[in-house]
Nanobody, 115 residues
Framework: QVQLVESGGGLVQPGGSLRLSCAAS????????LGWYRQAPGKQRELVAT???????NYADSVKGRFTISRDNAKNTVYLQMNSLKLEDTAVYYC?????????WGQGTQVTVSS
């Protein structure tokens, strides 16, 4: 089963950028549907972006045009490039890998947007 480790979170000013990375173990990484989700204090976890094994992407309306999900199957890594960050993007961001009945989460990385 795949294991996921996120990195790249931090504190950034509004309008700034961050890139999150999620490194995965496992030999069939290329077959997984990969995603980024986030959870703000007092709110439910919500989808940010997903990418299928074939490269099809899906984004939440709130991040379209600002965030980009990508994957490097050779490095077993999925990325989330976040530009034009807003205060409301503050949350813990979680990486997810899904295939068949397997659904795995990373431990999360904090992103704080503040002036």
């Amino acid at each position: 089963q795949v294991q996921l480790v996120e990195s790249g979170g931090g504190l950034v000013q509004p309008g700034g950028s961050l890139r999150l990375s999620c490194a995965a173990s496992g030999s069939i990484f290329r077959l997984y549907i990969l995603g980024w989700y986030r959870q703000a204090p007092g709110k439910q976890r919500e989808l940010v972006a997903t990418m299928s094994s074939g490269g099809t992407t899906n984004y939440a309306d709130s991040v379209k045009g600002r965030f980009t999900i990508s994957r490097d199957n050779a490095k077993n890594t999925v990325y989330l490039q976040m530009n034009s960050l807003k205060l409301e993007d503050t949350a813990v961001y979680y990486c997810n890998a899904h295939i068949a009945s397997i659904n795995t989460w990373g431990q999360g990385t904090q992103v704080t947007v503040s002036s």
